[in-house]
């Protein structure tokens, strides 16, 4: 854009306006919309009257992976088509709140760099990212911060951690995180680590070790979100015994509908309801049908096979990854597995115990009508497509978040914090 359309274009994202402008601009993306989904004006205004809360994008790791400084070189106000995400396709998504994840994760541990300094410098990234687009973003560190910056037409931004590696066993690196803005943390990822099972690699611990109830309970004083994403059944289940808080999965998906391993089994879904936590549904497709949960395990071996490789570069890694995926594509769905999803879980939880975490940019593709962060309306008008009322819509869409992150907060108050 040009400095004045710049500026102009700025205008409108502060008084909300930016969608339907945006709605307008002739682009060259691939957006080609089918027939049996249109967006409606009535599901249009029910998702721009929502605060749509995103539990989870790897931006910063995208942005990271091009260098330090490319954050410099970078205009998120322009269409990157290398991305899921930018500027112009969150205001057209209607993205109220967005949780930007740092990559903490043993897996990201190449050529001597530790998960704790790169966690730190996407963490840092985050920070630059949101200075340097003040009239859009935001920092949130709180549920009334996330409503506060939302009314003034601003994209609430907050932290997460992805992998509770990098806190390298120490619960002063944890309270450092929270310090610098981390509001929720991935116990692990792929990995099983020193004080937690994953749900991707062989079971060490029956769940969390001693020092992982001490790590659960730590973030329970401060106010952080526990996140049972990528963690075994057993881990997911210890957490729930000893949280004192409501937890989330940040990007997880119900096990009933696709068994792969790091979706959520019904009983952790049903006990998630009695901590009042939510399950933010993600919108891989290896995650969303039992013909995409059968090509993950191949996935992540080869993942370990290329890092097992002192010659590889984190970028080659990720370069060859996204090539596996092009290679061996998940089968194809569309908006309608992730409503599936959804329905599912408000019928084995309670509808107050879902929402949305799409783990954009750390996905190859999103079904169809969610193919970036520009097509969140859809999962409104599909909602609303089945009958759902706008007060349900906007629980879904964020509202269930909301409330779980600010009785966490509170929990941490009474807890001493």
């Not at 205008?11 to 909300?16: E, M």
């Not at 919309?33 to 249009?44: C, H, P, S, Y």
């Not at 995400?85 to 530790?114: E, H, N, Y």
């Not at 964020?398 to 914090?417: K, M, S, V, W």
Request: net charge neutral; proline share 4%.
């Amino acid at each position: 854009m040009k400095e004045f359309d710049r500026r102009y274009f700025l205008k409108l994202a502060t008084a909300g306006l930016a969608g339907p402008i945006l709605g307008k601009i002739s682009r060259s993306t691939p957006m080609a919309e089918k027939k049996e989904i249109v967006l409606t004006d009535n599901a249009l205004r029910i998702h721009r009257a929502a605060i749509v809360v995103d539990g989870h994008n790897d931006l910063p790791f995208r942005i990271r992976l091009k260098g330090l400084s490319s954050l410099e070189h970078l205009d998120l106000m322009t269409y990157q088509p290398d991305f899921q995400t930018d500027i112009p396709r969150l205001l057209k998504g209607g993205v109220g709140a967005q949780f930007w994840v740092a990559d903490g994760s043993q897996a990201k541990c190449i050529k001597g760099r530790s998960g704790l300094g790169i966690c730190l410098e996407e963490i840092d990234l985050i920070h630059r990212m949101v200075e340097k687009y003040p009239a859009v973003f935001e920092m949130a560190y709180t549920a009334d911060d996330i409503v506060r910056i939302r009314a003034k037409g601003k994209i609430a931004s907050l932290i997460g951690v992805e992998g509770g590696a990098a806190i390298e066993n120490s619960l002063a690196v944890l309270r450092s995180f929270f310090r610098l803005g981390a509001r929720y943390m991935t116990l692990t990822w792929r990995d099983t680590i020193d004080w937690v099972d994953s749900a991707t690699d062989l079971g060490r611990h029956g769940g969390l070790t001693e020092f992982g109830e001490h790590v659960v309970l730590e973030m329970n004083r401060l106010g952080m979100l526990v996140d049972i994403s990528h963690v075994s059944p057993d881990a997911m289940r210890d957490v729930l015994r000893i949280s004192r808080a409501p937890i989330i999965a940040s990007h997880s998906s119900a096990y009933r509908l696709a068994s792969t391993d790091r979706n959520v089994p019904d009983d952790v879904l049903r006990s998630m309801a009695g901590k009042g936590g939510v399950i933010m549904v993600d919108f891989d497709p290896g995650s969303l049908t039992q013909e995409g949960a059968k090509t993950v395990r191949p996935f992540w071996d080869y993942m370990r096979k290329l890092e097992q490789d002192p010659t590889l570069t984190e970028e080659k890694v990720w370069e060859l990854a996204m090539k596996w995926d092009k290679e061996h594509p998940y089968p194809k769905c569309s908006v309608e597995k992730v409503v599936d999803h959804i329905e599912y879980i408000a019928k084995t939880a309670g509808p107050d115990h879902v929402g949305l975490g799409s783990d954009f940019d750390g996905i190859a593709f999103g079904p169809s009508k969610l193919e970036d962060v520009s097509y969140f309306p859809y999962i409104t008008q599909v909602l609303l497509d089945r009958g759902y009322g706008e007060r349900e819509i906007h629980k879904i869409l964020g509202g269930n978040f909301l409330r779980a992150f600010r009785t966490a907060q509170e929990a941490a108050a009474n807890l001493g914090r």
